[in-house]
């Protein structure tokens, strides 16, 4: 009987550390300490690229010097409206397949590879002999990332500044859910050769502020998988589940701690 008892405390001990293990497994960064220091990954600055869509904007302290180089859309009525709009948008650039745009006066430019400080830089010194002090403004509208998969918002998300770290884009998308993994996080990334790159982050790990990673890229894509237990219990919905997880680990522990007084009597 005893032998008994000891074998079924043993099996339900093991269903409460597997259940605990899965509460750990969500903590990000674990095993630093205060103070620690940590090698960052190479900062990355975004560059400009074929297909990709400019808002360039010049301004200065005579507003008709600069109107020939802020041309607005073309703007057309459609059957229903009577009126063009008063407030027409300004033009977007495409880079070309090699890399160029047709800009007013300028003629084409190649403006891939080159960032947009470099840009603005070289637009401006071109207006120079033409507009007095051009404050040239160069704007990438397609500098996005995307986040799928276990988290609460996934969706396209914009790049705010000139680089954007793998948290701040998870934050974007209101942090991971319950059931996604926290220990292998895929990023998919467009490489120079237009082929397609695979980076593994583990964010449980110290060592993600050292991964290619860290800092994320235009373009990526952030996926994160689900783990096991969402896996085997597909077929319920979210709250089933974390119901049946908490049900299951109450009535582990009353188990254990009814195993052990059963065992004390029997002494």
Same mark, same amino acid.
């Given at each position: 009987?005893?032998?008994?008892?000891? $074998?079924?405390?043993?099996?339900?001990?093991?269903?409460?550390?597997?259940? *605990?293990?899965?509460?750990?497994? %969500?903590?990000?960064?674990?095993?630093?300490?205060?103070?620690?220091?940590?090698?960052?990954?190479?900062?990355?600055?975004?560059? %400009?690229?074929?297909?990709?869509?400019?808002?360039?904007?010049?301004?200065?302290?005579?507003?008709?010097?600069?109107?020939?180089?802020?041309?607005?859309?073309?703007?057309?009525?459609?059957?229903?409206?009577?009126?063009?709009?008063?407030?027409?948008?300004?033009?977007?650039?495409?880079?070309?397949?090699?890399?160029? %745009?047709?800009?007013?006066?300028?003629?084409?430019?190649?403006?891939?590879?080159?960032?947009?400080?470099?840009?603005?830089?070289?637009?401006?010194?071109?207006?120079?002999?033409?507009?007095? !002090?051009?404050?040239?403004?160069?704007?990438?509208?397609?500098?996005?990332?995307?986040?799928?998969?276990?988290?609460?918002?996934?969706?396209?998300?914009?790049?705010?500044?000139?680089?954007?770290?793998? $948290?701040?884009?998870?934050? *974007?998308?209101?942090?991971?859910?319950?059931?996604?993994?926290?220990?292998?996080?895929?990023?998919?990334?467009?490489?120079?050769?237009?082929?397609?790159?695979?980076?593994?982050? !583990?964010?449980?790990?110290?060592?993600? $502020?050292? @991964?290619?990673?860290?800092?994320?890229?235009?373009?990526?894509?952030?996926?994160?998988?689900?783990?096991?237990?969402?896996?085997?219990? @597909?077929?319920?919905?979210?709250?089933?589940?974390?119901?049946?997880?908490?049900?299951?680990?109450?009535?582990?522990?009353?188990?254990?701690?009814?195993?052990?007084?059963?065992?004390? $009597?029997?002494?």
């Amino acid at each position: 009987m005893k032998k008994k008892i000891l $074998f079924t405390l043993l099996i339900l001990s093991v269903a409460i550390f597997h259940s *605990c293990k899965s509460y750990k497994e %969500i903590a990000y960064v674990q095993g630093l300490a205060s103070g620690d220091t940590l090698a960052l990954a190479e900062k990355y600055v975004t560059t %400009i690229n074929t297909n990709d869509a400019l808002l360039i904007t010049v301004s200065a302290a005579n507003p008709e010097a600069v109107v020939a180089y802020n041309p607005p859309v073309s703007n057309t009525l459609k059957p229903e409206e009577t009126q063009l709009s008063s407030n027409p948008s300004l033009q977007n650039y495409l880079v070309d397949p090699d890399g160029y %745009i047709e800009y007013p006066s300028l003629g084409r430019i190649k403006v891939a590879g080159l960032t947009r400080f470099q840009l603005e830089q070289y637009i401006k010194k071109e207006l120079e002999p033409y507009v007095t !002090d051009p404050i040239v403004k160069v704007q990438l509208l397609t500098n996005n990332i995307t986040v799928l998969g276990e988290v609460n918002s996934p969706g396209t998300y914009k790049i705010p500044n000139e680089r954007l770290s793998l $948290f701040e884009a998870l934050g *974007c998308a209101k942090d991971l859910t319950i059931y996604g993994r926290r220990d292998n996080i895929l990023i998919t990334r467009e490489a120079a050769d237009g082929k397609l790159v695979s980076i593994r982050v !583990d964010l449980t790990s110290p060592d993600v $502020f050292s @991964s290619p990673g860290f800092y994320l890229q235009k373009g990526d894509v952030v996926y994160v998988e689900p783990n096991e237990y969402r896996k085997s219990n @597909s077929s319920y919905n979210s709250n089933k589940q974390f119901n049946v997880s908490m049900i299951s680990t109450i009535i582990s522990g009353a188990s254990v701690i009814a195993s052990l007084i059963i065992a004390l $009597f029997v002494n």
